[in-house]
T-cell receptor, first 113, second 117 residues
Framework: SAVISQKPSRDICQRGTSLTIQCQVD?????MFWYRQQPGQSLTLIAT?????????ESGFVIDKFPISRPNLTFSTLTVSNMSPEDSSIYLC??????????FGPGTRLTVT | SQQGEEDPQALSIQEGENATMNCSYK?????LQWYRQNSGRGLVHLIL?????REKHSGRLRVTLDTSKKSSSLLITASRAADTASYFC?????????????????FGQGTILTVHP
């Protein structure tokens, strides 16, 4: 298994600002993923972050809005840029240790006012 | 992209009763996983069933998979108040040319389970 931590756990931000969310894993992993969960909704994959390469974004998500860094095999950041109230969500990172199992962080609850 | 649909959207039962949740998906999959989420917090992996499996058990959980109908069900037996949570199915259906899954999950809409003591 993997132990994943995220910082911050929650934040309230003003529109137009940016927030960087950190994800730390207790072991080296190749693949990390970032998901968004809008209020009352399910999870949607934002992007895949692999160390040593550019993040791969899913349809509807762009790098300018959600820049991602992956400087090493245990850490990644997701920035939510130029925020609007529609960005209010829980953001979760996850890692894939095997071909089949994923482990999720506790999430970052973002509220944009 | 495939979309998972779950029903019911909400389920309310008494402690000790069984809870059954269903999930449908649209495209071919490598495996299907079930997760639990308590009060909008992180997800906990419950069980994974591979595309060549039909049924799997883990403690009080039983998962079935019918690839011909593109559906799965999660049964929680002898439910407890602590089982109160949202339950999501997620499918992993992408492979590269070498046959390795990228691990990208597509989640269903979820079922909110409330177990009354």
């Amino acid at each position: 298994s993997a132990v994943i931590s995220q910082k911050p756990s929650r934040d309230i931000c003003q529109r137009g600002t940016s927030l960087t969310i950190q994800c730390q894993v207790d072991s080296q992993v190749t693949m990390m993923f970032w998901y968004r969960q809008q209020p009352g909704q399910s999870l949607t994959l934002i992007a895949t972050a692999n160390q040593g390469s550019e993040a791969t974004y899913e349809s509807g998500f762009v790098i300018d809005k959600f820049p991602i860094s992956r400087p090493n095999l245990t850490f990644s950041t997701l920035t939510v840029s130029n925020m609007s109230p529609e960005d209010s969500s829980i953001y979760l990172c996850s890692v894939s240790l095997t071909l089949y199992e994923q482990y999720f962080g506790p999430g970052t609850r973002l509220t944009v006012t | 992209s495939q979309q998972g649909e779950e029903d019911p959207q909400a389920l309310s039962i008494q402690e000790g009763e069984n809870a059954t949740m269903n999930c449908s998906y649209k495209t071919s999959i490598n495996n299907l996983q079930w997760y639990r989420q308590n009060s909008g917090r992180g997800l906990v992996h419950l069980i994974l069933i591979r595309s060549n499996e039909r049924e799997k058990h883990s403690g009080r959980l039983r998962v079935t998979l019918d690839t011909s109908k593109k559906s799965s069900s999660l049964l929680i037996t002898a439910s407890r108040a602590a089982d109160t949570a949202s339950y999501f199915c997620a499918t992993d259906g992408r492979r590269n040319a070498g046959g390795t899954s990228y691990g990208k999950l597509t989640f269903g809409q979820g079922t909110i389970l409330t177990v009354h003591p």
